[in-house]
């Protein structure tokens, strides 16, 4: 009786039979509304009813079970109703009232609460033995109880879940608007009523409510088989799935069965569980029941949310979507293991819609990658093996996202243990196993893509694997770039195992590598070398990202010994930190300082580092100064520790005294950079008095050099020094006997920046000092420069004319003594026979440091001895003749007996004598000029090219007419010359001192195809990132004239009209059909740093300056006008040409990162600017342009000129854009329509014939296998594997194939080693594509093939690689069985026009 009073507050004998009748006659799909007062005393029954209810109803029906096994006992619940006179109906209908209740658009608290037990005991009715008799069960009623979880819990969850969807969607294109679910709709009907609060008691009532029904759902499925019900497993598993995400779990998560239900914690644990009850064989066929449960878990394996009918959409992997992903991967993996051979065909199927189904972002790849390898570490060695078939050809499909997750889960799968070769008894699956096999033939392969993304993210695994613990990989990615024709293998051929014991981490230092000989050494040195160059060329790619990702890799190279540190190695790194990008600079200064901290007591490395770092100081970027200054600080700056003899200094010391050495020995050219450095710190107040002492502590070390060189930088910053210690260091520098260069430099530094805190005791010590060590001559060049820069320092004052008469006293004395010495050698007989060059240089040298200090010391006498050092003319001086003239040139004078090296110093002074005295630059600088022509000594010639620059700096008015003159110097036969000319030139036009006037311009160009490369490269550096940041306009104003001036074409009456000498016209020539590829080398380089504007403007400045004039006969059709006109006619088909608002590149096979409303605005505004700026040109073209060569046609037609094909062939390109407008375009010219329309023809089947022998060529190869030799090393290349599409069986069109296959494939085509082109069609191994297969449903499984591919979605998730349409007939996959040859490409039934008509 217990059960009949519980069933007391539902009013059942109150209850209206019609009314019961009409809930029935419903389908129980709208609410019935029942009496009012009635239904308001039904309305305020508690869930605290429900529940006794609940647990009377489940004790009778546990009563029941436990009487049946006993054959007897209590009777059962429906005997028990029926005694009593309760209605089953009436009853189901009462529960039903309170389900419909709360389903209604706002519910209370309450409503849901009753809603979800009411549910519950419906679950457990009809999960009693003999419910389906009672009238219990009906499928509305069953689909609404076990769902109404969704409407009943609070819709902030589902809000939430459905703001985190991100916008991107599952691919690239813009999608359609998506067609709601009716669940759907109703949330966003509620989404507008006003928000619901919920107490947190609330929501505990609710949620123990939700529990109760999700446990009456799985009592239910252990008792009542669902296999005559496959729609209602189908919604039972959508509703199990959606469980999942209810709340997180607490602990581990075990998928054993419980023995009750009450024993799981969570609801999504026990969401788990129903997932594993539908799987049982009560419940249907186990594989339908498979494939529905794994098609549901795929779309929380990808993180995405699936509605019945619109696209997944992705949410955003916060911890508790990734955290029921991963139980979600457990148990699938247990299912597996449970369920063994039944589960493994559909964990193929799984891991190949996971790949199919992947977005290009980051993170989901990251995470879809882990979950592939989670799951294929369930496989047997032999399923393992086909999947990696299958990934082998997945990795060379046409879509990038694609080839992209490849990669991602290689990376994955190499870090699993490798599989061995003994279990797997197929030979030909045995070879996908080893990990050599993922790093040469899918990881390595994508180097070629392309993609530049999948480029770069391949380069970047690359340097990624020798980070794993796996030898094996290592020795792969080792036997890659082994140049040295060997092959690396472990030192006693170690295996993995018996290395694992010791330790778990790779020690790369001491890895046991050897190197044997092999048979096939040339083949791979030779492609070792191949690899190698091609990692070089990554670093240099036109794509940012590459580059980043091939330093990645040729880092990783470095560091771990797979290829030498050579400097041409290490100089490619540094060289990086000044790349134009930004982001590569910083990747550049990130690897070296990673490869320091690998090899921090390697020479070349250090070297490279401080290459690479100490110019990024003065870089224009903050963030990349930033870097730098940070990585100097790091490594040199804060180590300076107090030295002692007895204390040991850790490596990082020593590493910051070898560097500092460095910048002492090999790498003082950086000095000036280090300098900036210090500036900046100095600002910072970075140089404290400790600082200072520690660094003197180390001016008595072996390393005092690198002491001297930091205390010369930080002297001028500190407020306190220990002037003693400076100064008995001094004491020391002079009374020695062998003195180091750099170190006295640095010293003297550090002394002349103290002289202000000197008394005048000491200063005048430390003059007698230089000049006594001054007039020994005896210093080198160096030391003179600093010593004289000190002294000047010694003697400055505040008083201008007390410093200039210490100057002239000291400084003045060194002159004399030098001018006596020049009076010695040039005045005497024998002079010249007792010369010491040495001597002579510094005497030379000296003269001209100190002339500067004091230039009123430097007499007349001085100057013609400095000339007639150069020119050996000591009788002038006797004489007292008149001058020669200043005219001719210095070599011109009586042969001069002196060694080429003085007479290159000799200039030097000379120079630093001009720039004291005007009238001595506008005496000398014409022979100056002079000699750049005709002067045959390479020093010279260049010493007087860097005079005349710097007298520029000075004296600019004077120096500007002879800049044709050092521009000459732009095509000297000595490259040295050549790069510093380039170099003295941008820096002169970057500060304005020089103008492009005249022929400059031309001469740089010219420098653009200089034979030595390294020049090329500097002049294109120098115009892009130096100079035309200053002056944007300067390509497209030098354009035009460029065509008459590399042509020597003066005919016309506005360019090409400057000034130059024959001698220069001859030097700078590029006309005449050898130099035209150097011309168009020119013209491209120009057009490419075009921006569209220009573009346009420079073609309708060509139809107004070049073809109207030849139009009009105002230039003459002679041969070289001829050569002109062709030339633009050439220039205006180059693809440079085209505007890129039109011809820009869409980045084929790329899909965005991320669709957002920003790149879809943007989008949109390109599609409309290409189409504005389309009009704009073709109406251009019409109105400018066509009637220019209407009249040039005809002129060249009457002159019969053969420049009239490269009229034509201009107008084959042009009008590609137009190819249905031609009659249009050409109405005032039918003949000339037609000539081109019969052009367009003919170049159409000329492209038709030459796809034909290519596709001939071809199908010749494929039918001599036996002529192939396959490739060692890799098993892909020793049998072809079929390659990976999805499409429909197509007539052959091996051209095609060989087209995308150079684009995507990753080497090039060898024998043996690609596809054999045969078909359009590229398979997966072990299905074939059937036409006039259902389209109602997405498999058709052939007799004794029971496995289904795909999941039953109405079409296959898998779609053909040609589009994506359910409309297709070919978007259906079967999967063939075993023993059954796959239908060959269906035939043409072609026949030949000439045989029929022979039957006829």
């Known amino acids: 009786m217990d059960l009949i009073n519980a069933l007391q507050f539902l009013k059942l004998h109150d209850i209206p039979k019609a009314w019961v009748e009409a809930v029935w006659e419903l389908e129980f799909t709208e609410r019935k509304p029942l009496d009012e007062p009635l239904e308001e005393e039904l309305a305020a029954s508690g869930d605290k009813a429900f529940r006794n209810l609940y647990r009377c109803l489940l004790s009778h029906a546990a009563e029941q079970q436990s009487s049946a096994g006993n054959h007897g006992g209590s009777p059962s619940v429906w005997v028990t109703l029926q005694e009593n006179g309760v209605s089953v109906e009436a009853l189901v209908a009462a529960l039903s009232l309170f389900v419909l209740r709360a389903k209604t658009r706002v519910p209370s608290v309450q409503q849901r609460v009753n809603g979800l037990y009411a549910a519950s005991l419906y679950l457990l009715l009809l999960g009693i033995p003999g419910s389906i008799s009672n009238r219990v069960f009906h499928e509305v009623l069953l689909d609404t109880c076990s769902d109404l979880t969704s409407h009943c819990w609070p819709e902030d969850t589902g809000k939430k879940r459905k703001k985190d969807v991100l916008k991107g969607q599952t691919d690239g294109k813009r999608s359609k608007p998506q067609r709601k679910d009716a669940s759907e709709t109703e949330v966003d009907e509620e989404e507008e009523d006003e928000e619901i609060h919920f107490s947190g008691q609330e929501l505990m009532k609710m949620r123990e409510a939700v529990s109760h029904l999700v446990q009456s759902l799985l009592r239910l499925l252990q008792t009542f088989p669902l296999k005559d019900r496959p729609l209602c497993a189908g919604n039972f598993t959508q509703i199990f799935s959606k469980l999942l995400y209810f709340e997180p779990i607490i602990g581990e998560l075990i998928f054993a069965a419980p023995r009750d239900v009450t024993e799981l914690r969570s609801v999504p644990e026990m969401a788990f569980y129903g997932l594993k009850l539908l799987c049982s064989p009560k419940h249907g066929d186990q594989i339908e029941s498979l494939r529905r449960v794994f098609h549901r878990l795929l779309y929380v394996i990808l993180m995405m949310n699936k509605g019945n009918h619109s696209k997944p959409s992705l949410l955003v992997p916060n911890q508790a979507i990734v955290s029921t992903r991963d139980r979600a991967i457990q148990f699938v993996c247990h299912l597996v293991e449970e369920l063994k051979e039944l589960a493994q065909p559909f964990l193929q199927i799984l891991l190949q819609h996971i790949c199919f189904q992947m977005v290009e972002k980051c993170e989901f790849r990251s995470h879809g990658a882990q979950a592939v390898g989670m799951l294929v570490a369930q496989m047997a060695d032999p399923d393992y093996a086909c999947f990696i078939k299958w990934l082998f050809n997945f990795s060379r499909h046409s879509k990038m996202v694609y080839r992209l997750f490849s990669v991602d889960v290689v990376m994955v799968l190499l870090e699993q243990p490798e599989r061995r070769l003994e279990e797997c008894q197929d030979p030909e699956l045995a070879s996908f196993l080893p990990h050599k096999f993922l790093i040469q033939d899918l990881l390595f392969a994508r180097r070629m893509d392309e993609s530049p993304t999948v480029q770069g993210h391949a380069l970047s695994c690359l340097a990624q694997c020798l980070e794993l613990p796996s030898l094996n990989v290592t020795r792969a990615v080792h036997n890659l770039f082994s140049t040295t024709g060997t092959q690396t293998v472990l030192e006693g051929e170690l295996t993995e195992a018996t290395l694992g014991s010791q330790s778990s981490q790779k020690t790369y230092r001491t890895l046991p590598f050897r190197t044997v000989e092999i048979s096939s050494a040339n083949s791979l040195g030779g492609e070792a070398k191949e690899n190698l160059a091609l990692l070089f060329r990554r670093v240099k790619d036109p794509k940012t990202n590459v580059r980043k990702a091939a330093l990645q890799a040729f880092v990783g190279l470095l560091k771990h010994d797979v290829i030498p540190l050579t400097w041409e190695n290490l100089e490619t790194l540094s060289e990086r930190s000044r790349d134009p990008a930004v982001s590569v600079k910083k990747k550049a200064l990130q690897c070296v300082a990673e490869l320091l901290a690998a090899k921090p007591g390697c020479r070349l490395v250090q070297k490279a580092w401080l290459h690479g770092v100490v110019p990024a100081v003065v870089d224009s970027e903050s963030s990349v100064q930033s870097k730098a200054l940070e990585a100097l600080e790091q490594v040199l700056f804060s180590q300076v520790k107090p030295y002692s003899a007895s204390r040991y200094m850790d490596a990082s010391e020593r590493l910051t005294w070898d560097l500092l050495g460095l910048l002492c020995d090999e790498c003082q050219n950086l000095s000036r950079y280090f300098s900036r450095a210090f500036t900046i710190w100095s600002k910072q107040n970075k140089f404290t008095s400790a600082f200072v002492t520690n660094l003197i502590s180390h001016t008595e070390a072996d390393h005092a050099a690198g002491a001297w060189l930091l ?427 085209k505007l890129q608002a039109i011809s820009g590149p869409a980045a084929a096979g790329e899909e965005a990162e991320e669709e957002n409303m920003a790149t879809m605005a943007r989008a949109v505004l390109q599609a409309a600017q290409k189409k504005v700026v389309s009009q704009i040109q073709k109406k251009a073209f019409i109105e400018n342009t066509v009637p220019l060569i209407i009249s040039l046609k005809s002129l060249l037609e009457q002159k019969r000129s053969p420049i009239l094909g490269d009229l034509m062939a201009y107008l084959q390109v042009t009008m590609q854009d137009y190819r249905n407008e031609v009659k249009e375009f050409f109405s005032g010219d039918e003949q000339l329509a037609a000539e081109v329309e019969f052009a367009f023809k003919a170049a159409e089947k000329e492209r038709e014939m030459q796809d034909w022998m290519k596709n001939c060529s071809l199908t010749r190869e494929d039918k001599t296998p036996a002529e192939q030799v396959p490739v060692q090393g890799s098993p892909a290349k020793q049998r072809p594997l079929l390659s990976f599409n999805f499409s429909t069986p197509q007539p052959p069109r091996p051209v095609s194939m060989l087209t995308r296959m150079t684009r995507t494939d990753c080497r090039a085509p060898r024998p043996g080693q690609e596809e054999r082109g045969q078909s359009r069609s590229e398979v997966l191994e072990g299905t074939v594509m059937l036409q006039g297969a259902a389209k109602d449903r997405a498999i058709s499984t052939p007799k004794a093939a029971n496995i289904s591919l795909t999941f039953n979605e109405g079409l296959s998730a898998i779609f053909s690689d040609q589009g994506t349409s359910p409309s297709r007939e070919s978007s259906i996959l079967h999967v063939q069985p075993n023993g059954q040859q796959a239908p060959g490409p269906r035939q043409w039934n072609v026949q030949s026009p000439l045989r029929q008509r022979n039957r006829v």
């Not at 003319?873 to 001069?896: G, I, M, Y």
């Not at 710097?950 to 500007?960: A, E, F, G, K």
């Not at 000498?1061 to 005449?1072: N, Q, Y």
């Not at 109207?1108 to 070289?1120: H, S």
Request: aromatic fraction near 8%; charge should be negative; proline fraction near 3%.
């Open 711 to 1137: 205390l010369s930088k930080v002297v001028t910053s500190s407020s306190t020094l220990p002037y003693g210690k400076i100064l008995d260091a001094w004491n020391t520098l002079v009374t020695a006997r062998e003195v180091d260069v750099t170190t006295c430099c640095h010293i003297l530094s550090v002394v002349g920046d103290i002289a202000v805190h000197l008394n005048e005791d000491t200063k005048d010590k430390i003059v007698a000092d230089l000049m006594s060590w001054l007039k020994t001559f005896t210093l080198s060049l160096e030391v003179i420069s600093a010593a004289m820069q000190t002294l000047h320092q010694l003697g400055c004052s505040e008083d201008i004319k007390e410093t200039q008469a210490f100057l002239n006293q000291h400084c003045g004395e060194l002159v004399s003594i030098c001018e006596a010495y020049l009076a010695d050698i040039v005045l005497t007989e024998n002079g010249a026979n007792n010369l010491n060059v040495e001597l002579m240089i510094k005497h030379l040298h000296t003269l001209g440091v100190a002339s500067l200090q004091c230039p009123a010391m430097v007499g007349k006498r001085t100057v013609l001895l400095v000339e007639s050092v150069l020119t050996a003319r000591s009788d002038k001086l006797r004489e007292s003749q008149e001058e020669l003239p200043a005219s001719l040139p210095l070599s011109q004078f009586r042969d001069n007996s002196l060694p080429p090296r003085i007479r290159a110093h000799g200039v030097i002074t000379l120079g630093k004598l001009c720039l004291q005295h005007q009238e001595l630059v506008q005496k000398y600088l014409p022979v100056f000029a002079r000699e750049l022509e005709v002067g045959t000594d390479v020093a010279v010639r260049n010493n007087i090219m860097v005079i005349m620059c710097d007298l520029c700096v000075r004296y600019t008015n004077i120096v500007d007419h002879y800049i044709p003159n050092i521009a000459s110097c732009l095509r000297d036969e000595e490259a040295v010359i050549r790069e510093q000319t380039l170099i003295m030139l941008t820096n002169l036009l970057q500060e304005e001192f020089v103008k492009w006037k005249g022929s400059l311009f031309f001469r740089f160009m010219v420098t653009l195809v200089d034979p030595v490369p390294a020049i090329a490269s500097l002049c294109e550096y120098c115009l892009l990132h130096l100079l035309l940041k200053k002056s944007p306009e300067m390509f497209s104003q030098h354009f035009i004239e460029c065509i008459f001036h590399f042509n020597s074409y003066s005919k016309h009456k506005s360019y090409n009209k400057f000034s130059q000498s024959e001698r220069e016209k001859v030097r700078f020539s590029l006309k005449g059909a050898q130099h035209r590829e150097k011309r168009f080398r020119i013209y491209r380089f120009l057009l490419e740093h075009f921006t569209d504007a220009q573009r346009f403007n420079i073609t309708n400045k060509i139809n107004q300056t070049i073809l109207a004039c030849f139009a009009d006969e105002e230039l003459p059709l002679d041969a070289d006008g001829a050569e002109i006109l062709s030339e633009t006619f050439n220039i205006l088909s180059l693809k440079e040409m």
